[in-house]
């Protein structure tokens, strides 16, 4: 069976040029389907499936969450480390203006825009982890240490079961 392309989104340009070292994923996309879907694609635990979520403070300044598939940001908790009043989730429409991708598809990697990231700190402590990779249907997998050589990433203790 031929391996399907590895598309070359922003995220794959981002990590090439970085010289980090990826799997390629791809998998059946379903609307609304979360990393649920997408751990059952691939195989792997929905905790190892990070999801990319932008958000925004009371400033309106966005940043990036990344967390794990089956755990939930505690927005109180992630506003009181940063500073802000409040953080709360970005409409689908300003969070693409602010990374250029669609929701779905939303990667930490090649964003339009620099923002600040933060990033579950149990989420380092994972020996692979799968993150999108730019496209809906499209996951990376790489090691959590390459994710902060990249990012920058602050880790942060903000997640919480469902």
């Known amino acids: 069976m031929a391996k399907d392309k590895t598309p070359v989104t ?4 981002a990590l090439r040029a970085a010289g980090i070292s990826f799997s390629d994923h791809p998998y059946s996309y379903e609307e609304k389907g979360g990393t649920a879907v997408s751990s059952r694609e691939l195989g792997v635990e929905e905790h190892c499936v990070i999801k990319t979520l932008v958000m925004e403070d009371d400033r309106k300044q966005p940043l990036i969450v990344l967390m794990h598939g089956d755990l939930q940001v505690s927005t109180k908790e992630l506003a009181r480390l940063i500073g802000a009043r409040s953080v709360e989730p970005c409409r689908p429409e300003v969070a693409q203006k602010h990374t250029g991708y669609l929701t779905g598809g939303t990667s930490p990697f090649g964003t339009k825009k620099q923002l600040p990231v ?6 380092l402590e994972l020996p692979r982890i799968y993150i999108n990779g730019g496209k809906r249907g499209f996951l990376v997998g790489l090691a959590p240490d390459e994710l902060m050589a990249l990012l920058k990433a602050v880790p942060v203790r903000v997640g919480y079961a469902k």
């Not at 922003?10 to 340009?13: E, G, I, K, Q």
């Not at 933060?118 to 989420?123: F, K, L, N, S, W």
């Open 118 to 123: 933060y990033v579950e700190e149990t989420i």
């Open 10 to 13: 922003p995220a794959v340009r």
